[in-house]
């Protein structure tokens, strides 16, 4: 068998959180392989509306194990609480969650570091969710890093201390108070709830699992547009959030992935700084907030919103091998009336149909085109033969463009309320 991925094409929280937790029946194992706590993956079925961080979203599933892959970066306090509110909702982890050896840690230092980065950049900051994530990954490629399996060391402690002491160091060069000393304590006692989970070589153990015939879904955090090498850099993450990123977050080679579902809200959002091509600044941008619930799941800032961008996702889709895609949040935009799609931009004076190097403000605005909106409420919907056909012709207009077919169309934020396109998982 062959790894599938699915990731998010735009700018994160496409909806991935849910899609995994709708597919989850149809795999055995379900993988997270990069991003850390900056995530945040909004699961809604029976009532309950939980969001994860850290944890894959297949874990409100019976029979599935669900790994945390190298390519994460944990932080011990936002694991154990998450560990916490599962079990409030009588969710046992215990024989279905492992964690790679190979993960690195987010330490206490790291969170303090990130703070004082984004504070020194001022109006240019990256807009970071504050979780450590960047320096963390730069210990990582620095070759510094503290990493999941150095907790089964007997040296542990000391090489908390010299990291630590390193980040001491590095903090001089900022004009930042801080005291992480009650952090540290909390987080020296969280390590406790991590010490009692299976670790993993995610490389071997995802191997023996192909061979055996188990199916295995790699979830993706962020989206596309955050990746640290192709996204709107500096305002990305420090991941690759893209494809090849689940071959390197969980030892998985190029040749076993299989299907890539490339997921994408039927328009745009943002969260944090950076260039925005079709971002909407007026009443409409503010009513599609609204419609949309768009403030963040981990931070709670409120989500910039935009037309839906054609030349960016076209990139996206370039850019991971895309064979399916997924459409989320139709529902939102009933009742909207006109609808408008950018199919190309200006940059710098001229018409382009792809996603340029540098697409701030000064040089790129995006062109439109409209199309009929459709005034009927989805989220009752059980069959994808009931779409109004404006909707149907939205999809169609989309996959022509796209040349990869929508194969489900989320119609509401509840496990239930999504319609299958002719999807076939395994088949
Ligand atoms: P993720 O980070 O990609 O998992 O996405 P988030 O959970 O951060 O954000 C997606 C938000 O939209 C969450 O609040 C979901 O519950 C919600 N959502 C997902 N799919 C749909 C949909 O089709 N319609 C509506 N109205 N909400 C959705
Ligand atoms: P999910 O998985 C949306 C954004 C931050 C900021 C930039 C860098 O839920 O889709 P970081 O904390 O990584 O240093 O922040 O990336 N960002 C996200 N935006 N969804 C996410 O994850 C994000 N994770 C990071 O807002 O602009
Ligand atoms: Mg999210």
């Known amino acids: 068998m062959k790894v599938d991925v699915l990731l998010g094409l735009q700018w994160g929280d496409e909806g991935k959180g849910k899609i995994v937790d709708v597919f989850t029946p149809k ?43 190298n390519g994460v970066v944990m932080d011990p306090i936002i694991f154990e609480r998450e560990i916490n509110e599962l079990k409030t909702l009588n ?17 206490p230092t790291h969170r303090v570091l990130d703070a004082a980065s984004e504070a020194a950049k001022g109006k240019n900051k990256i807009g970071s969710t504050l979780k450590g994530i960047g320096p963390t990954y730069m210990d990582k490629t620095g070759r510094n890093g503290l990493r999941v399996g150095d907790l089964e060391l007997a040296d542990f402690q ?19 108070e801080y005291d992480f000393k009650e952090e540290e304590e909390k987080w020296m006692a969280s390590l406790s709830t991590l010490r009692e989970l299976n670790f993993i070589d995610s490389e071997h ?52 992935i299989g299907k890539v579902y490339g997921i994408f809200k039927a328009y745009c959002t943002r969260v944090g700084s950076g260039p925005f091509p079709t971002e909407l600044h007026d009443q409409f941008g503010e009513d599609l907030r609204k419609a949309g619930h768009e403030f963040g799941a981990t931070t709670g800032r409120p989500r910039r919103c935009g037309w839906l961008d054609l030349p960016a996702l076209k990139y996206s889709i370039m850019l991971n091998g895309v064979t399916d895609l997924i459409m989320t949040k139709a529902d939102v935009l009933s009742a909207f009336g006109e609808l408008k799609v950018c199919t190309s931009y200006q940059y710098k004076g001229e018409k382009v149909e792809h996603f340029p190097y540098n697409i701030d403000e000064e040089n790129i605005s995006a062109n439109f085109k409209s199309l009929p909106g459709w005034d009927k409420d989805l989220t009752e919907l059980s069959d994808i ?43």
């Open 27 to 69: 795999y055995d194992i379900i993988a997270r392989f990069q991003g850390g706590p900056n995530a945040g993956h909004t699961l809604e079925f029976d009532g309950i509306k939980h969001v994860l961080h850290t944890i894959p979203s297949g874990i409100f599933h019976e029979d599935t194990i669900n790994i945390i892959g």
């Open 205 to 256: 153990y995802i191997s023996e699992a192909m061979k055996a015939g188990k199916t295995i879904l790699a979830e993706g955090a962020q989206g596309s547009l955050l990746d640290i090498d192709f996204g709107s850099y500096p305002f990305v993450t420090s991941s690759n959030t893209v494809c090849a990123g689940a071959c390197t977050g969980l030892g998985v080679a190029p040749n076993k």
């Open 385 to 427: 033969a009931e779409l109004p056909h404006e909707l149907n012709d939205y999809i169609e207009y989309l996959e022509g463009e796209l040349e990869v077919p929508i194969t489900v169309v989320s119609v509401g934020p509840d496990r239930t309320q999504t319609l299958m396109r002719g999807l076939k998982i395994n088949a």
């Open 91 to 107: 969710v046992d982890v215990s024989n279905k969650l492992v964690i790679s050896r190979k993960a690195h840690l987010i330490l």
């Open 158 to 176: 000391q090489r908390y201390d010299a990291l630590v002491a390193k980040h001491v160091e590095m903090l001089k060069q900022f004009d930042f």
